[in-house]
């Protein structure tokens, strides 16, 4: 693992420490850590020198490892402008089965190079200004959809589901300038709440952009009564020539009704002409995917459960590229996730998954298909 970032970060803040006296630092985390995670179900998929596809019963290993961990350095420099940097460390593991692949084959070496990597989730100065708007700059993680954005998902569960963790879909870092705004409206003896982002991005690249065209982001939250509204639009370009459009959305809803909880977004996007790594054809990516959440706190602050039925699908094969145009891809996964707080901060998680997902060519003829369990027993811990 590069350990470079880590100490160009611990120097900036040590810089800062001693060029402003005054600031006020403080510095906490989020860990999170997996003591049991296993895959078990059936891969059917064609082998090369078959004419019908095969189906594999195989069942991964039991793993233990580690899943994330987010440090958070914050200066308040005055008391309207303050330095946020939160480096991300993260494993990859090649945990999640993949289409295509016998479970359990899909897995990372644990002595490769890119198990762990240290990224940034935010790197950003934010002040107040006239009206009481504040305005951050530098690297985001924009609200796009709530559950990504806000980390609600990964609050709530051991794994991100398929449309939140889709670069596609829910999933968004970016370097630009955010301005936000929280509006206030009586309606009778009830009053409306409207929280508004206004985002000004590359379009999906924390280091630099690769076109002279930025992409905007409006993202609101009404709230009236039990219930809020959301809702993400963004519009920009996304190829080095700046002839392409990019258009991404979201619409959702959640409420909160004593000890149960409901909250879901729909999420959906097109680029235009992307161009297939297979055949070099140009054609629409239209991924579209959502997501419905059921929580109950059966013990307020100690013992909850959260039910989640998510689904995400590709018009094209590939999940973090186009790789064909002659392909759908489609993912239903289900999960139950029980949460025990041991103390304040830090909570048991113990999920159970059902994912059925497969692949089939634009003609509807199934390639692949994949339906696995997956029980995980997680830890996080908020410090």
């Excluded at 082998?47 to 095969?54: C, I």
């Excluded at 076109?211 to 905007?216: C, E, L, Q």
Aim: overall charge negative.
């Amino acid at each position: 693992m590069r350990r470079m970032p880590v100490i160009i970060t611990v120097a900036l803040l040590g810089l800062l420490a001693a060029r402003a006296p005054a600031a006020e630092l403080s510095f906490g985390g989020d860990l999170k850590f997996h003591l049991f995670d296993m895959s078990t179900g059936t891969s059917t998929f064609w082998l090369p020198e078959d004419t019908m596809p095969t189906a594999f019963d195989t069942t991964d290993r039991w793993d233990m490892g580690f899943n994330s961990a987010y440090l958070y350095f914050v200066a308040q420099l005055t008391d309207k402008v303050t330095i946020d940097i939160e480096p991300e460390i993260a494993a990859h593991s090649g945990a999640t089965p993949s289409l295509g692949m016998k479970i359990g084959t899909q897995r990372v070496p644990a002595s490769d190079a890119d198990a762990l990597t240290l990224g940034l989730n935010a790197a950003k100065v934010s002040a107040l200004v006239p009206w009481n708007v504040q305005v951050s700059a530098g690297i985001l993680r924009p609200i796009f959809t709530e559950d990504y954005g806000e980390m609600k998902g990964f609050m709530e569960s051991v794994h991100f589901a398929k449309s939140q963790a889709n670069p596609w879909l829910g999933a968004w870092h970016d370097a630009g300038i955010e301005a936000y705004k929280a509006f206030e409206f009586q309606i009778g003896d009830q009053y409306l709440t409207l929280p508004a982002y206004l985002y000004l991005l590359n379009g999906g690249t924390q280091a630099s952009d690769n076109n002279s065209n930025k992409t905007v982001m409006l993202h609101v939250a009404p709230e009236f009564w039990k219930l809020r509204l959301l809702g993400s639009f963004a519009l920009g370009k996304w190829d080095d020539a700046d002839q392409n459009n990019v258009m991404r959305y979201v619409a959702g809803l959640s409420g909160e009704f004593g000890p149960v909880w409901i909250r879901g977004e729909y999420v959906g996007g097109k680029w235009s002409n992307e161009v297939s790594a297979f055949t070099g054809d140009t054609f629409d990516v239209k991924p579209f995917g959502y997501y419905a959440k059921l929580g109950v706190n059966f013990i307020p602050d100690k013992l909850s459960l959260i039910l989640d039925y998510d689904y995400a699908r590709h018009n094209f094969g590939g999940f973090f590229y186009v790789g064909s145009n002659h392909a759908v891809e489609k993912y239903t996964t289900v999960t139950g996730t029980l949460c025990w707080s041991v103390i304040p901060g830090s909570s048991v998680m113990l999920g159970v998954t059902k994912a059925m997902w497969n692949s089939t060519t634009d003609a509807g003829i199934e390639t692949s298909k994949l339906d696995f369990l997956r029980p995980t027993l997680g830890w996080r811990t908020v410090f």
